[in-house]
Every structure is written in C-alpha cells, then in structure tokens.
C-alpha cells in the first residue's frame, strides 16, 4: 500500500499540496524518524499545519535494551529513542515554527502543533 500511495503522490506531483498533515504515534516507530519531517514540510502548503503525538522514550533505557529481544521474536516494532528537546528541534530544523507543545508529564510524549513557514 505504501509503495502505492508513493507512486500515486509522484505522478500527482503532490507538492505543497495540503493545508494539514497529522502524524500521531508514528515518528517513534521509524528508523529514520526524521526524514518524514522533511516530506511533511514538502507536502504542505505555505502556512499549512503539522499535528504530531509522539512517544518521546530516550529516558527510557531499559527499552533500549528489551526492545531488540522483542523485535528479534516479533514481538514489538522498530523504535526510535528520541527526547522531547530532540522532536522539537528537529521539526525547527526542518523548517517549522512550534505554535504549541504540550507534554502531560516529564518524560512521556510530546503533542504538537507546527507550522510550515510562508514564503517571504
């Protein structure tokens, strides 16, 4: 399905395409987490909206250690340990502005709502 959807997405030429793009619980689960920030930027529109829930689990190091017991059984996905500080910096870096971030506690995920920058 996703090899698909990239096809369709090129022979659409879907470049800045979208006013809002979510990605909820996803960025966690890629092994390059942040290329995706880079496509997200892409795809939308000047002033286009990037909503992300994401579990921020570098504190968590004994998953780091668990995590390749469970994914050599099949028993978890791939996990990438980023910390909130990290996210945020690389959504910047890929050329958004936070409006806002909300995280519930220490340590857990991270809610945010950025916004691709509009032309000069």
Request: hydrophobic share 50%; glycine share 6%.
């Given at each position: 399905?996703?090899?698909?959807?990239?096809?369709?997405?090129?022979?659409?030429?879907?470049?800045?395409?979208?006013?809002?793009?979510?990605?909820?619980?996803?960025?966690?689960?890629?092994?390059?987490?942040?290329?995706?920030?880079?496509?997200?930027?892409?795809?939308?529109?000047?002033?286009?909206?990037?909503?992300?829930?994401?579990?921020?689990?570098?504190?968590?190091?004994?998953?780091?250690?668990?995590?390749?017991l469970g994914q050599f059984f099949?028993?978890?996905?791939?996990?990438?340990?980023?910390?909130?500080?990290?996210?945020?910096?690389?959504?910047?870096?890929?050329?958004?502005?936070?409006?806002?971030?909300?995280?519930?506690?220490?340590?857990?995920?991270?809610?945010?709502?950025?916004?691709?920058?509009?032309?000069?």
């Amino acid at each position: 399905m996703i090899s698909i959807a990239k096809q369709k997405a090129l022979a659409a030429s879907q470049d800045q395409a979208f006013d809002a793009i979510l990605g909820l619980s996803v960025l966690h689960l890629m092994e390059d987490w942040e290329l995706p920030l880079a496509q997200v930027h892409r795809l939308l529109k000047p002033g286009g909206i990037f909503v992300s829930s994401t579990a921020c689990m570098k504190h968590m190091k004994w998953l780091r250690f668990l995590a390749p017991l469970g994914q050599f059984f099949g028993l978890i996905p791939q996990l990438s340990f980023f910390s909130d500080a990290d996210l945020k910096s690389s959504i910047v870096a890929a050329g958004f502005e936070i409006d806002y971030a909300w995280q519930p506690q220490k340590n857990a995920g991270v809610f945010i709502i950025a916004r691709k920058q509009k032309s000069p």
